[in-house]
C-alpha cells in the first residue's frame, strides 16, 4: 500500500534475508497456547523496504485460513481506504499483527499472548524501518505506544516512533460495524498518515548528498 519516492528512509532489499529467517522461527514457534490452535502463523506481508508499515492486533478466521494478515471483509475495505486516501496499492506496504496465530473464537489476544509474540513484530518493524507506522485498533496501538488508552483517545495526531512517526487509526472490522462515521474517521487518519509520509520524504530528499560537480542531488 505504499509506493516508495525517489528518497528512501525505511529499510532495504538487505532486510529480506533477516525477515525470511524471522518468519522461519515465527513458523516453528510454540510458545503460547495459541500455537495448538492454529491453522498457520500469520507473520506478515508486503515490500521488506515499504515506507508505510499496517499493523493489527490478531489474525481473524480469514487470515487463519488465508497465512495472510487482513484478508476478508476488513482486509477488502482497508485495500480500499488505503487506495483511496493514499493512492497505493497492498503490495507496496508491509502488514502484519502483534499476535500471529488466531486466538480461539477470534477473541482478544490475552497479555502472555502479546508478551510472548510481541520481539516477532519489534524485528519486524526494525528491519522494514517504515518512515510511518500505522496501527489498526487498540491492541496494536497500546501495545506500540505502550499507553493505556483506547484507540479513540490517541486517534487523530502523530506520534514520534523510531525513526518515524505512527498514526493510530480504527481496525477495519470496526468501521465495518461502526458506518459512515468510523470510516470517515478512518480515512482522515489516513490523510494523516499521508502527509507525514511526504513530510519524511522530504526530509530524506533534503538530507541527501549533492553531487558537487553539479551542483545537485545524484
Keep these: 500500500m505504499c509506493r ?10 538487505r532486510s529480506v534475508p533477516a525477515l525470511l529467517e524471522l518468519e522461519r522461527a ?7 497456547p495459541l500455537a495448538s490452535g492454529r491453522t498457520t502463523v500469520v507473520f506478515g506481508v508486503g515490500d521488506p523496504a515499504a515506507d508505510v508499515m ?10 487463519d485460513l488465508a497465512g495472510e494478515p487482513f484478508v476478508g471483509r476488513s482486509g477488502r475495505l482497508l485495500d480500499r481506504l488505503v487506495a483511496e486516501e493514499l493512492g497505493l496499492e497492498r ?14 473464537g477470534n477473541r482478544d489476544p490475552l497479555p502472555l499472548e502479546v508478551a510472548t509474540c510481541r520481539h516477532y513484530l519489534d524485528d519486524q518493524v526494525r528491519l522494514v524501518a ?14 506500540l505506544l505502550d499507553r493505556t488508552e483506547g484507540v479513540t483517545a490517541l486517534r487523530g495526531r ?25 470510516t470517515a474517521q478512518m480515512r482522515a487518519d489516513l490523510v494523516r498518515a499521508k502527509h507525514a509520509l511526504a513530510e519524511a520524504r522530504a526530509s530524506a530528499g533534503s538530507s541527501a548528498p549533492r553531487d558537487a560537480s553539479r551542483g545537485r542531488r545524484p
Excluded: M
Design 54 to 63: 499496517f499493523v493489527g492486533e490478531a489474525p481473524g478466521h480469514d487470515e
Design 91 to 104: 503490495e507496496q506496504c508491509y502488514i502484519a499483527n502483534v499476535v500471529k496465530c488466531r486466538p480461539p
Design 158 to 182: 502523530t506520534y514520534p516512533y523510531g525513526s518515524g512517526v505512527l498514526v493510530p487509526t480504527f481496525h477495519p472490522a470496526y468501521a465495518l460495524r461502526g458506518g459512515g462515521v468510523v
Design 130 to 143: 517504515p518512515a510511518v507506522v500505522v496501527t489498526l485498533g487498540n491492541f496494536a496501538t497500546r501495545a
Design 4 to 13: 516508495r519516492g525517489p528518497a528512501r528512509r525505511g529499510g532495504s532489499i
Design 26 to 32: 515465527a513458523r516453528s514457534c510454540v510458545a503460547c
